[in-house]
């Protein structure tokens, strides 16, 4: 805190009103000129009367420093004055072409036609010369050849131009006309139909916010590297084998997304990031539907993306390089081991494994000591290391679907642990040290051949939520679990068999999107039946519920013979559990 201008008198006045409240009053004095406080003010305003005074200095800053423009959502309301419309959206208005009154509002510093029908951006675009963000996502812009409109050259008289979205349009390259803007911080051109990058991009040496997901990459341009001001960096569901070396000059990248590529391996170069706090190499887990014959070629190729899926096998020991990364995503590749380097990953607080085919024991995850998320479910894990224990920070261990078949005692030191997957293992029984996790919230133990708890687990004082199986769990001492638990929410799996959506506590809310997820249903019509379905009847039970008991009395279907869908069989199959769903509504309660 800045007290330099004030005299010992005033400083020990100060001091009675606490550091924080000083620091307010001084920010307050110094925003203006004109709304200075002499010193004087700061020498009475001690004590309540300090208190009682600060809302009007609070305003007063405030009001000096100004508050958000007003977004505008009217033109009408906009030309009626127009001298102070900083901010204008007309997204989502079935605009055709730009209102010409647009260009009247020349103070206009944001500018949002996003989710219209524009195929053009006219050349009075360059008359809004106090543009900084300018957003045409979702419209019919083309650069594919014979393409009408597009964007007009005068967009390079922008010069104060900050943001550019050009996502989810119909670009079939980087619109050349934008490669003048060399003073954008941030580009968005995701949702396209790119399949290269010009080195043009080279130019844009300012850029810290670029967003390239969801289009037809097969590679990168070497001139990636040269935007050495990027701190984000959104490559996503692309169809990316490789990354080029000129990757691991971009010292200032903090968030690396390759969700849903095609990569098989990761290059040593990655080991250069060394800023690098967020790095995301998943691969989809989840089928794509079958590619249809007709539909425009945008979506065509977003289904062909929706199929992509990362297949790393290894990584690489660089990666223990990065010593600020504090968040890594590996779900749905191919990992069988992890390197012994990324026990040197002493940040790291998130680490998502889940869905490789690790078999070890992974001793090194006992290094990351600032540990708070470890996701391991869906590998093939017989045991965990004991340096398990050693995660004090540890906050949730999802460890479902894998082969464990006991537990370490030593898992009874994570202390701070709240959430812990056991789901779908072959336990028989937990270690009596489980009764150690004094703030323990959520276990989930379905799935697991008749297990039996330790009386320990009596211990477990702070548990609310406790999934199971019916009639699979038994305690030491016999004792019912709604004994045991009395604030406990004891749900039968997923869920909750038998009761109501109504009936599923609020922690358990997020289940609907994992249910859904795991009907395996390959027709997003269906889906969507289901979903409206659960909107109009509340109390249906969960449909991965339903899905099981429905299952249990007919033949499953394959639906991916030869790498194909079956359409008709696959019609039929929706018909037939639509209707089960809507007798179960009509049922008796």
């Known amino acids: 805190m800045r007290t330099d201008i004030l005299t010992p008198e005033q400083k020990s006045d100060l001091e009675l009103l606490g550091d924080s409240a000083c620091q307010n009053i001084l920010n307050c004095s110094m925003i203006s000129n004109n709304i200075s406080l002499k010193a004087h003010v700061f020498k009475k305003a001690t004590g309540l009367a300090f208190l009682l005074a600060w809302p009007m200095f609070s305003s007063l800053a405030l009001a000096q420093e100004g508050a958000p423009p007003k977004v505008y959502t009217s033109l009408d309301e906009a030309l009626r004055e127009p001298e102070k419309v900083q901010a204008l959206r007309l997204s989502r208005q ?5 209102p010409e009154a647009v260009f009247r509002l020349t103070n206009l510093e944001t500018l949002d036609l996003s989710g219209n029908k524009l195929v053009e951006i006219p050349a009075q675009i360059a008359q809004l010369t106090n543009l900084k963000s300018l957003n045409v996502s979702g419209n019919q812009l083309a650069t594919y050849p014979d393409a009408l409109g597009g964007l007009p050259d005068e967009i390079a008289q922008l010069t104060r131009l900050e943001s550019l979205d050009l996502s989810d349009n119909d670009l079939a390259e980087v619109p050349p006309e934008i490669f003048p803007l060399v003073w954008l911080k941030s580009l968005t051109l995701s949702a396209n139909l790119l399949d290269s990058l010009p080195s043009s991009f080279a130019r844009f040496t300012k850029l810290q916010d670029l967003n390239l997901s969801g289009n037809g990459l097969v590679a990168l341009t070497p001139a990636i590297g ?10 996503s569901r692309n169809r990316l084998t490789t990354l080029p070396p000129t990757l691991g000059a971009l010292i200032h990248l903090r968030t690396l997304n390759l969700d849903r590529n095609e990569l098989i391996a990761l290059p040593p170069h990655i080991g250069q990031l060394t800023n690098l706090q967020s790095l ?4 989809s887990t989840k089928s ?4 249809p014959l007709d539909g425009s070629e945008k979506e065509r190729r977003e289904l062909l ?3 992509n899926r990362n297949k790393l096998t290894a990584l690489p020991p660089e990666i223990g390089r990065l010593a600020n990364l504090q968040s890594l995503d590996l779900t749905g590749n191919q990992l069988a081991a992890l390197p012994p380097e990324i026990g040197q990953l002493k940040n790291l607080q998130t680490l998502d494994l889940s869905w490789n085919q690790l078999v070890t024991q992974l001793p090194e995850l006992g290094q990351l000591s600032n540990l708070r998320s470890l996701n391991l479910t869906g590998n093939q894990l017989a045991m965990l290391p004991p340096e398990i224990g050693q995660l004090k920070n540890l906050q949730t261990l999802d460890l479902a679907r894998n082969q464990l078949a006991a537990l370490p005692p030593l898992i009874g030191r994570l202390i701070n642990l709240r959430v812990l997957n056991l789901i779908d293992n072959r336990l028989a029984t937990l270690p009596p040290e489980i009764g150690l996790l004094n703030n323990l919230q959520e276990l989930r133990l379905a799935r697991n051949d008749s297990l039996r708890l330790p009386a320990e687990i009596s211990r477990l004082s702070e548990l609310r939520a406790l999934v199971i199986y019916p009639g699979e ?14 604030n406990a929410e004891i749900s039968n799996d997923f869920g909750l068999l038998g009761a109501s959506v109504e009936r599923v506590p609020a922690m358990h809310k997020n289940f609907l999107a994992e249910e859904l997820s795991a009907l395996k249903i390959k027709n997003a019509a269906l889906l969507n039946q289901i979903e409206t379905l659960l909107t109009q009847y509340p109390k249906l039970n969960f449909p991965y519920a339903s899905y099981l008991a429905y299952e249990a009395k007919s033949p499953k279907r394959d639906f991916d013979k030869d790498g194909k869908v ?3 069989e696959e019609a039929q199959y929706r018909e037939e559990f639509v ?4 007798k179960k509504l009509s049922s008796p309660k």
């Open 566 to 568: 079956d359409l008709e």
């Open 94 to 98: 079935a605009l055709e072409e730009t």
């Open 579 to 582: 209707a089960y769903l809507n």
């Open 473 to 486: 769990i038994f305690t030491a001492d016999g004792r019912r679990l709604e004994e045991i638990f009395p």
């Open 226 to 235: 040269q935007l050495r001001e990027l701190s984000k960096l959104d490559l």
């Open 288 to 291: 794509g539907f079958g590619i």
């Open 305 to 307: 993306v929706a199929s």
């Open 280 to 283: 995301i190499l998943s691969g």
